[in-house]
């Protein structure tokens, strides 16, 4: 298997080109694999935090938040770009650490329901991210954050009629197990009013609604 | 400013913010798993005829074990001399002319016999 710079990763990436695309996916896959072992011995489904990482770092390089500049990788900051510290690589096990841990911690709210410690956990989020980031990076960040919280029922729901336009009626004959229109349709619109919440709940927080 | 018309519009921005990223991470995942469920496919396609072969070589193999160890070797050499000697009889059978077929007569297997 061909061994990919970060250049030619971020060069791939921004420019589409598909038949890189797919080395890069089972370049990417391949070495997180064989480190996944020793990274997630809390016992995290491997595959989910592999695509939820990659998903991250890919719209990261699409957005071209992280991208090239005179020859060297960096990330744009207030319009200045910053060189990158880390290869790609050591970025998406990173984020797939960061993932992980919010998981982890993720259960453990739903289990003692403590909005104390919910408090607590984005104060810190917001006091440990870089100073670099502009606000509107961070609220794109808080966004996408949210969306990759999603509970796989919302996620369901949502894709289904955002992503692939089926009306009501048709999602209900895909998913069975929502007993009336009327209820997908609250439960679609407690899905997203739950989204919009959840990322104004966190700008507040943050100062940034 | 109509605080009402900027909170539809902040909500509409947001919405609109909301559903475009889930757009975009929804393409990516179904694209990743697109690229691994056809490098699992592929993978699978190369390594079935090789563990197919390998399954007959090992049968085949121990197919060879029980037949050896179920038929007595007596029986084995026995048999094998019974064909030897139906090869010697038919290849010494004299012609017509009263010639025989010297190289044939041998003890079978090509093997020439010691002369007496």
Same mark, same amino acid.
């Given at each position: ?17 598909? &038949? ?24 995290? =489904? ?11 770092? /890919? ?6 938040? +992280? ?8 990330? /744009? ?11 790609? %690589? ?30 607590? !956990? ?44 089926? @009306? ?7 998913? =069975? ?29 943050? $100062?940034?609604? | 400013?109509?605080?009402? #018309? ?16 889930? %757009? &975009?991470?929804?393409? !990516? ?5 697109? /690229? ?35 038929? =007595?070797? @007596? ?16 290849? @010494?059978? =004299?012609?017509?002319?009263?010639? #025989? ?8 297997? $090509? +093997? ?5």
């Amino acid at each position: 298997m061909k061994r990919w710079t970060d250049k030619e990763i971020v060069c791939a990436i921004v420019e589409r080109d598909n &038949a890189a695309l797919e080395q890069i996916y089972h370049s990417f896959r391949t070495y997180f694999m064989l480190h996944a072992g020793t990274l997630f011995a809390g016992g995290a =489904p491997a595959d989910d935090i592999f695509h939820d990482a990659l998903v991250h770092l /890919w719209r990261e390089i699409e957005t071209r938040r +992280i991208a090239q500049h005179d020859g060297r990788i960096c990330r /744009w900051t207030d319009g200045e770009p910053r060189p990158m510290t880390s290869s790609l %690589t050591t970025f998406l096990i990173a984020i797939a650490k960061r993932k992980h841990w919010e998981q982890l911690r993720r259960e453990h709210l739903v289990l003692t329901d403590n909005e104390h410690t919910l408090e607590t !956990l984005d104060r810190e989020r917001y006091e440990q991210r870089p100073p670099e980031l502009t606000d509107d990076e961070v609220r794109q960040q808080v966004v996408a954050d949210a969306v990759l919280r999603l509970t796989e029922r919302c996620r369901d729901i949502l894709t289904l009629f955002y992503y692939e336009h089926h @009306s009501l009626d048709e999602i209900l004959a895909i998913r =069975p197990a929502n007993n009336s229109k009327m209820g997908l349709k609250t439960s679609k619109y407690k899905c997203m009013q739950r989204l919009r919440q959840s990322v104004h709940d966190r700008l507040s927080k943050m $100062g940034l609604d | 400013m109509n605080t009402t #018309t900027h909170d539809t519009t902040h909500a509409d921005s947001l919405d609109l913010a909301i559903i475009s990223e889930l %757009t &975009a991470q929804e393409t !990516l995942r179904r694209q990743f798993a697109r /690229w691994q469920a056809q490098h699992d496919n592929s993978r699978r396609l190369r390594l079935t005829p090789l563990i197919a072969n390998l399954a007959s070589i090992a049968a085949l193999f121990v197919a060879g074990l029980i037949v050896q160890a179920l038929v =007595p070797n @007596s029986l084995v050499n026995a048999q094998v001399s019974t064909m030897l000697g139906t090869f010697r009889h038919d290849n @010494s059978t =004299p012609h017509n002319d009263g010639s #025989t077929n010297a190289a044939a007569d041998t003890i079978g297997f $090509g +093997i020439r016999p010691p002369t007496p």
